[in-house]
């Protein structure tokens, strides 16, 4: 029987390793353009024309916010599943959503339903400060990560109830809500500053909403806009829908 030297063993792994190297180059390469594909096809060519927007989807890794078994679909035109039984939301809503809030590079932003940390990902390379809020605890800790491994340092995350807003950085000139409820949050409301734009999903029913957005104009003056039908996971909270019993 031949038995191999430890050396050739060592030589057999560097090989290894270099050829897994060289798959993870590839990879990356094949999802940047896969992500221009899809910020030209799916948001550009539907009219998202807002520039830092689109220069912001361009520069975030989806594929990094989503677990290893979806990677491969990351950029494709759907929303995902996320750990906690949630979900990160479809690209272009992600684009269309942000860019109705109008953001200008000084602004500091609220978003409610951090989940995979993705859309706060997106705006920290719009805006000045994103403060991002989310209700399950492992989702916080995975997005942390992510924003530390990517060097995000201007996103603020906290684990709460993201309904009653993050009142020690209050107001807010944008005010991004990922989850649906059945009326705006009275706090989140009284969180934007006058001429702040508030963005969420709004609905009786649990699973389908209208996404509506708020300019305040004044004290107690919030211009309503309708911009369409939407489908998102319930924004769970006191200002929002009571926790189903077994549910989670
Ligand atoms: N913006 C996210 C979308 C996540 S889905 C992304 O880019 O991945 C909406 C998230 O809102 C879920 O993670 C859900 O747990 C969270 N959520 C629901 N109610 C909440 C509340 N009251 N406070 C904070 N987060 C909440």
């Not at 890794?61 to 996320?82: G, K, N, S, W």
């Not at 992600?94 to 993705?118: C, F, N």
């Not at 107690?220 to 996971?233: S, T, Y």
Request: proline fraction near 6%; hydrophobic fraction near 40%; charged fraction near 25%.
């Amino acid at each position: 029987m031949h038995v191999k030297h430890s050396g050739s063993y060592f030589l057999d792994l560097i090989c290894i390793l270099l050829v897994w190297y060289e798959y993870g180059m590839e990879d990356e390469a094949v999802y940047a353009a896969r992500r221009e594909r899809m910020v030209a096809e799916q948001i550009e060519d539907r009219g998202v024309r807002d520039t830092a927007v689109l220069r912001a989807m361009r520069l975030v890794p989806r594929h990094l916010f989503v677990t290893l078994p979806y990677q491969q679909f990351a950029y494709d035109d759907t929303p995902l599943p996320i750990p906690a039984g949630q979900t990160i939301s479809q690209p272009y809503i992600v684009a269309y959503m942000i860019a109705a809030l109008k953001l200008q590079p000084v602004d500091r932003v609220l978003d409610v339903g951090t989940g995979s940390g993705y859309a706060a990902a997106v705006l920290s390379r719009i805006v000045a400060e994103v403060y991002t809020i989310e209700r399950h605890k492992t989702l916080v800790q995975y997005a942390r990560k992510r924003f530390k491994y990517l060097g995000y340092d201007n996103i603020h995350i906290r684990h709460g109830d993201g309904t009653l807003g993050w009142p020690e950085h209050a107001p807010y000139d944008g005010i991004l809500v990922s989850a649906g409820g059945p009326t705006v949050p009275p706090s989140l409301r009284s969180q934007l500053a006058i001429g702040g734009r508030l963005v969420m999903p709004v609905g009786a029913s649990k699973r389908k909403q209208r996404l509506v957005r708020l300019v305040r104009r004044g004290d107690d003056d919030f211009e309503v806009d309708d911009l369409g039908p939407v489908a998102f996971v319930p924004l769970v909270g006191a200002e929002g829908w009571e926790r189903e019993q077994g549910r989670e």
